[in-house]
């Protein structure tokens, strides 16, 4: 899901709720064992602060562009736009049965996440070898 936030408690409970459709179960090797992996995207967008805003003008005028955001937060923004992005990814590590003790479901889960890994990994190695051959995208 996307989401926008002007306000840094408001981007950490964000990331709070996409950590809570994560799905963890215990395993002999970890109590809390991560059952899928989670891709965090951060867009941080800034820009130029009103030079009456910053203080270094003696003359104090409303900014003609002065907007407020889906958050509450005013806007009186200048200029240019500067973006940066930020891609946090967390995968669930690789399973081995005789170690993890894994049986029924959590068995069919360390499979699931066993083969996503290995072809995140097939992909990866055709991607860095500028393989003209089918990469295998959705294999996963």
Do not use: C, W
């Not at 104090?60 to 806007?75: C, F, I, L, Q, Y």
């Amino acid at each position: 899901k996307r989401k926008s936030s002007r306000r840094p408690t408001r981007f950490f409970s964000l990331l709070a709720m996409g950590e809570g459709y994560r799905t963890y179960a215990a395993t002999k090797m970890n109590e809390d064992s991560s059952r899928s992996h989670a891709i965090f995207r951060i867009i941080v967008e800034s820009r130029q602060r009103s030079q009456a805003k910053r203080g270094t003008s003696n003359v104090v005028a409303e900014p003609k562009n002065k907007r407020r955001s889906n958050d509450g937060v005013e806007d009186d923004a200048d200029g240019a736009v500067r973006v940066a992005e930020l891609n946090l990814v967390d995968l669930a590590g690789s399973e081995r049965t005789a170690q993890t003790g894994a049986e029924g479901q959590r068995l069919k889960e360390g499979a699931h996440i066993n083969k996503s890994l290995l072809t995140l990994g097939q992909v990866i190695n055709k991607l860095a070898a500028g393989s003209n051959s089918f990469i295998p995208y959705r294999d996963s």
